[in-house]
């Protein structure tokens, strides 16, 4: 037996030591020419390149020895814990649950709702402006992107690659109705919301009879147009000129954030001057705004709209012979995901102060689709986490400046914040498939509500 061991262990090492170099020869060949060599333009404005056999080596020896870590210990440890949960007959999920457990979300929004006071108590005013705005209200805009295309894509299973059109429609509708007819940010955030709903409707019209992969080409083609329209009708957006100074939100119009105004709002409170105040009002407003979305997608879900758009995303032959209207399932679907898009847009735009087509490009959905998958289709909570994951990791990368002791002084971490991006969504699959959170709580129930594995959930392909 321990002679069989033995041998076991052995064709074990053997097996992830002949992995992990081809995972390194494979390393080389895809970072050669993006991380081996660099082109620069010298003082004679010439394009030249140099060598980075260094950083190049660093990637290939972190591919090498975390493939042979991955085949030697981590993939038969968990291998060994499925075997040991199989033969004891333990649940994959879970009935009883430990106290931060069943409280996280009130915990989670305490915590939110201190967030920017903990953040001025500890940095002062200016000093949190970073944390406010960077780490605070960039995660919350893609959370509640991500929640309304969770909408179209987790719940009704339709693949979406073009949500960033609606994104870019809600922006534009305010700062176009903005800059041209002086109305307030109360005003246009739900015009803004209903346009995109409405743009959402003729989106869905041309992809009823469409799924898989020809409606996602079609969504992408969708947000590429919408693209190009913002670039080219230059009389009515200003191309690439962008849309500049767009209005500031106001608070409900009795306080300003305009230095100028007599209602300044930092002056009436008795506040220093700071343009803190501002971002600290747009984060609970985009707190708010994503606890409106949960709370509507919570109660739409549990609907009867709702049950036909998981029905509709489990199969949607069984669900036309149920005789449920998928052309109005699949319509809704699209108007309510875009809405929320369009509640997102308009917020950016009174956020930024600027909007330009560049901000609306496919990486956006890219990213936005990537969060819904990483963090579990279907899953508020889930998605939640991968954003702060994604997009927060992205943003520390800025601050990891001692990173370029490992990699040498001419690496620059935001640069490669999508190759990291890339590289966490893989490890992400490949240990947790189902995405962060991989349980389901069904609408419908017998008497009590019990928590099912993902994996009895189709996943939202069309």
Same mark, same amino acid.
């Given at each position: 037996?321990?002679?069989?061991?033995?041998? #076991?262990?052995?064709?074990?090492?053997?097996?992830?030591?002949?992995?992990?170099?081809?995972?390194?020869?494979?390393?080389? *060949?895809?970072?050669?020419?993006?991380?081996?060599?660099?082109?620069?333009?010298?003082?004679?404005?010439?394009?030249?390149?140099?060598?980075?056999?260094?950083?190049?080596?660093?990637?290939?020896?972190?591919?090498?020895?975390?493939?042979?870590? #991955?085949?030697?210990?981590?993939?038969?440890?968990?291998?060994?814990?499925?075997?040991?949960?199989?033969?004891?007959?333990?649940?994959?999920?879970?009935?009883?649950?430990?106290?931060?457990?069943?409280?996280?979300?009130?915990?989670?929004?305490?915590?939110?709702?201190?967030?920017?006071?903990?953040?001025?108590? %500890?940095?002062?005013?200016?000093?949190?402006?970073?944390?406010?705005?960077?780490?605070?209200?960039?995660?919350?805009?893609?959370?509640?992107?991500?929640?309304?295309?969770?909408?179209?894509?987790?719940?009704?299973?339709?693949?979406?690659?073009?949500?960033?059109?609606?994104?870019?429609?809600?922006?534009?509708?305010?700062?176009?109705?903005?800059?041209?007819?002086?109305?307030?940010?109360?005003?246009?955030?739900?015009?803004?919301?209903?346009?995109?709903?409405?743009?959402?409707?003729?989106?869905?019209?041309?992809? =009823?009879? %469409?799924?898989?992969?020809?409606?996602?080409?079609?969504?992408?083609?969708?947000?590429?147009?919408?693209?190009?329209?913002?670039?080219?009708?230059?009389?009515?957006?200003?191309?690439?000129?962008?849309?500049?100074?767009?209005?500031?939100?106001?608070?409900?119009?009795?306080?300003?954030?305009?230095?100028?105004?007599?209602?300044?709002?930092?002056?009436?409170?008795?506040?220093?001057?700071?343009?803190?105040?501002?971002?600290?009002? =747009?984060?609970?407003?985009?707190?708010?705004?994503? =606890?409106?979305?949960?709370?509507?997608?919570?109660?739409?879900?549990?609907?009867?709209?709702?049950?036909?758009?998981?029905?509709?995303?489990?199969?949607?032959?069984?669900?036309?012979?149920?005789?449920?209207?998928?052309?109005?399932?699949? =319509?809704?679907?699209?108007?309510?995901?875009?809405?929320?898009?369009?509640?997102?847009?308009?917020?950016?735009? #009174?956020?930024?102060?600027?909007?330009?087509?560049?901000?609306?490009?496919?990486?956006?959905?890219?990213?936005?689709?990537?969060?819904?998958?990483?963090?579990?289709?279907?899953?508020?909570?889930?998605?939640?986490?991968?954003?702060?994951?994604?997009?927060?990791?992205?943003?520390?990368?800025?601050?990891?400046?001692?990173?370029?002791?490992?990699?040498?002084?001419?690496?620059?971490?935001?640069?490669?914040?999508?190759?990291?991006?890339?590289?966490?969504?893989?490890?992400?699959?490949?240990?947790?498939?189902? *995405?962060?959170?991989?349980?389901?709580?069904?609408?419908?129930?017998?008497?009590?509500?019990?928590?099912?594995?993902?994996?009895?959930?189709?996943?939202?392909?069309?």
């Amino acid at each position: 037996m321990t002679t069989q061991a033995e041998n #076991t262990s052995s064709g074990l090492m053997a097996k992830a030591v002949k992995e992990g170099i081809f995972a390194g020869f494979i390393a080389f *060949g895809m970072f050669l020419l993006y991380v081996g060599i660099e082109t620069y333009q010298n003082i004679d404005n010439q394009l030249v390149w140099r060598t980075r056999w260094g950083l190049l080596a660093v990637f290939v020896v972190v591919a090498a020895i975390g493939r042979f870590l #991955t085949v030697a210990f981590f993939k038969p440890m968990v291998d060994r814990r499925k075997l040991a949960k199989a033969k004891t007959g333990v649940l994959e999920i879970s009935t009883e649950k430990s106290f931060f457990h069943k409280h996280f979300l009130k915990i989670a929004l305490i915590a939110l709702l201190l967030y920017p006071i903990g953040s001025v108590m %500890l940095f002062g005013p200016q000093g949190s402006l970073k944390y406010v705005d960077n780490f605070g209200i960039q995660i919350l805009i893609y959370v509640m992107l991500a929640w309304g295309l969770n909408i179209v894509v987790g719940l009704a299973g339709l693949l979406d690659l073009g949500y960033v059109a609606f994104y870019a429609v809600g922006a534009y509708s305010y700062a176009l109705l903005s800059a041209n007819f002086g109305l307030s940010f109360w005003v246009l955030l739900p015009l803004a919301g209903i346009l995109a709903g409405f743009w959402g409707v003729i989106l869905g019209f041309p992809v =009823l009879r %469409l799924r898989g992969d020809y409606l996602a080409i079609v969504t992408l083609a969708f947000g590429e147009i919408i693209r190009l329209v913002l670039i080219n009708w230059t009389d009515v957006t200003r191309g690439t000129f962008g849309i500049s100074g767009i209005a500031k939100a106001s608070v409900f119009g009795i306080w300003s954030f305009d230095v100028s105004s007599p209602n300044y709002f930092p002056k009436a409170m008795g506040l220093a001057t700071s343009s803190a105040w501002y971002k600290i009002f =747009l984060f609970y407003i985009i707190l708010a705004l994503c =606890l409106i979305t949960a709370y509507v997608t919570i109660r739409l879900r549990r609907m009867p709209i709702g049950r036909a758009w998981e029905a509709l995303r489990e199969d949607e032959i069984a669900c036309r012979s149920l005789g449920i209207n998928t052309v109005a399932t699949k =319509l809704t679907a699209f108007a309510t995901g875009a809405m929320f898009g369009g509640f997102a847009g308009s917020f950016f735009a #009174t956020r930024q102060g600027f909007v330009s087509p560049e901000s609306f490009v496919f990486l956006e959905s890219a990213v936005i689709l990537a969060i819904v998958v990483l963090g579990g289709m279907g899953s508020l909570t889930g998605i939640a986490i991968a954003a702060v994951v994604m997009v927060g990791g992205t943003e520390l990368l800025r601050e990891m400046e001692f990173l370029k002791l490992i990699f040498g002084p001419d690496f620059t971490p935001e640069l490669y914040r999508m190759l990291l991006f890339g590289l966490a969504m893989i490890i992400v699959m490949l240990f947790k498939p189902r *995405g962060f959170v991989g349980s389901r709580e069904p609408t419908a129930f017998l008497k009590e509500r019990k928590a099912v594995s993902g994996s009895f959930t189709k996943e939202g392909h069309g």
